[in-house]
């Protein structure tokens, strides 16, 4: 089977990621999507074939790090290696700090961040033994100035900056770009699940944002390893 490079996007079956990926698949890339909901990840796929792209869906839980290695480790056995990791899977969750429990702040944690850093240490080896590749990581506007009744999402999305600041300083000569990007309110089913459709409809669409993240993952705009780009 001939093997080419790879673009692997988590949380590819709706809003941002699906933006991502049906962006990338335009352009003629191989795109595998990852996501807890299958059918979802597939309508992504379908959507994809009916422009002539191409989309492999695979069904992971990005917050289980060794079913994450695997399916990486098999994607790169059978397709080719990684030339873009986008990091778009997440959760969001807006209440008071003292109604937020324990498990809901573990699990924004979980899936926001420690599964970002599941899903690039997973990928890293393969891109540093073909010296190259780039890591995107979804952040938000929250992930630079908090604000009330999110606390949890907040502190995951500022802990996404540091990560990517900390693994771009890590990957300096490796020739592997890593990068934030930090969008406004987005047209997404996290965003209407908070603020709810009529005032989700006045949010950015979630294809503006999959421009900037093509942009940089491709070395369209001047913005350095480690650096994070505001949307908004």
């Known amino acids: 089977m001939r093997k080419e490079k790879v673009v692997l996007v988590t949380g590819g079956g709706s809003g941002i990621g699906r933006a991502t990926a049906l962006r990338f698949a335009a352009d003629g890339h191989l795109v595998v999507v990852c996501g807890r909901n299958l059918s979802s990840l597939e309508e992504t796929s379908l959507l994809a074939r009916k422009s002539g792209g191409r989309i492999e869906p695979f069904q992971l839980d990005v917050t289980d790090g060794a079913a994450v290695t695997e399916l990486v480790e098999r994607i790169s056995l ?116 908070i603020v709810g459709d009529e005032l989700a409809l006045q949010a950015m669409r979630p294809d503006l944002v999959a421009q900037c993240i093509y942009a940089v993952a491709n070395g369209l705009v001047d913005l350095p390893s480690g650096a994070d780009i505001v949307i908004d």
């Open 78 to 193: 059978r397709s080719g290696k990684f030339a873009v990791l986008v990091n778009a899977a997440g959760e969001a969750l807006a209440k008071p700090l003292l109604d937020t429990s324990v498990e809901e702040w573990r699990s924004l944690l979980e899936v926001n961040l420690l599964g970002t850093l599941n899903c690039c240490k997973a990928v890293l080896p393969f891109m540093m033994s073909a010296g190259e590749g780039v890591i995107v990581n979804i952040s938000s506007t929250l992930g630079k100035k908090a604000i009330g009744y999110m606390s949890a999402y907040c502190a995951s999305k500022f802990g996404v900056i540091a990560l990517t600041q900390s693994l771009a300083a890590e990957m300096e000569g490796f020739g592997i770009r890593v990068c934030s990007v930090c969008p406004g309110a987005t047209d997404t089913p996290l965003h209407r699940n």
